[in-house]
């Protein structure tokens, strides 16, 4: 069974403009979480998508923003990107909103200049 | 809100010894699930151990156990017999009733050959 993909792995974007993530989660599997994850704060919960819908939402203006389709893959937007927004954004999957269980993907680097 | 404290951001453990890794966290919650994650160099995070705090007996994966003092909010893993393949970034993650996920900041783990 395939993991928990993501797509692009490696992205270099400007300040100002916006940028798109994708998430496959694993077949089956119905939610989606994000994360953003830098050196000193570790990871924070972004928001989680189950059955298209926004479940729980972390503490990220608006700017950070997500979407999940029908088959389940899920997109996170960030708008008007700054230099703080450089991480390693994840997404983890599971089978059900509030299923313990999460697989988590290998991550998007993105890096602002 | 939730808060998880992981006080070591390095620690080092001589092959074949045990090491053991802190984490505390900050609740009001009487019911909820904490896990311990491994994060590789360049590879995906996977769960290492969880712990459901209704259950008074630790957690055992093999190698690994935890300490859980529920009263303290304290949940420590141990790592028994070390191999070279337990080097990673390991995180304390906490996960509330309401379902989101609060993670430390991490523990970067060196295994002495």
């Known amino acids: 069974k395939a993991g928990v993909t993501q797509t692009p792995r490696y992205l270099i974007k400007t300040r100002g403009q916006q940028v798109t993530l994708s998430c496959s989660p694993i077949?089956?599997?119905?939610?989606v979480s994000w994360y953003q994850q830098t050196p000193g704060q570790g990871l924070q919960f972004l928001f989680e998508y189950f059955s298209e819908t926004q479940r729980n939402k972390g503490n990220f203006p608006g700017r950070f923003s997500g979407r999940q389709f029908s088959n389940s893959r899920s997109e996170m937007n960030v708008s008007t990107l700054e230099l703080g927004d450089s991480a390693l954004y994840l997404c983890?999957?599971?089978?059900?909103?509030?299923?313990?269980?999460?697989?988590f993907g290998p991550g998007t680097r993105l890096t602002v200049t | 809100a939730q808060t998880v404290t992981q006080s070591q951001p390095e620690m080092s453990v001589q092959e074949a010894e045990t090491v053991t890794l802190s984490c505390t966290y900050d609740?009001?919650?009487?019911?909820?699930?904490l896990f311990w994650y491994k994060q590789p160099p360049s590879r995906q995070m996977i769960l290492v151990i969880r712990?459901?705090?209704?259950?008074?007996q630790n957690a055992t994966e093999n190698r690994f156990s935890v300490n859980f003092q529920k009263a303290a909010k304290s949940f420590s893993l141990k790592i028994s017999d070390s191999q070279l393949g337990d080097a990673a970034m390991y995180f304390c993650?906490?996960?509330?009733?309401?379902?989101?996920?609060?993670f430390g900041t991490g523990t970067s783990l060196t295994v002495i050959p």
């Open positions: 609740t009001s919650e009487s019911d909820y699930y």
């Open positions: 712990q459901e705090a209704y259950k008074q």
């Open positions: 983890a999957s599971s089978w059900s909103f509030g299923d313990y269980e999460q697989y």
């Open positions: 077949s089956g599997h119905r939610s």
């Open positions: 993650a906490y996960r509330s009733a309401i379902y989101q996920f609060y």
